[in-house]
């Protein structure tokens, strides 16, 4: 299965909460935080979200 990688690259204050709690469950705390997820529909749905926050790359 691919994998995702996402980078929080803006900031997460001045969001709504939920916007706060998803970036809380991706495991992104920081700015320049990566993790990598399976590519599955739970993890892109959460990214789109949040889009406008994160960077994704697929390898």
Do not use: W, Y
């Not at 204050?13 to 469950?25: D, I």
């Not at 990598?36 to 979200?49: N, Q």
């Amino acid at each position: 299965m691919a994998s995702i990688t996402v980078t929080l690259v803006r900031s997460r204050f001045g969001n709504t909460p939920k916007q706060c709690a998803t970036l809380a469950a991706l495991g992104l705390k920081k700015i320049r935080q990566a993790r990598t997820f399976e590519k599955t529909d739970t993890v892109v749905g959460m990214i789109a979200k949040v889009q406008h926050l994160v960077e994704v790359t697929e390898s």
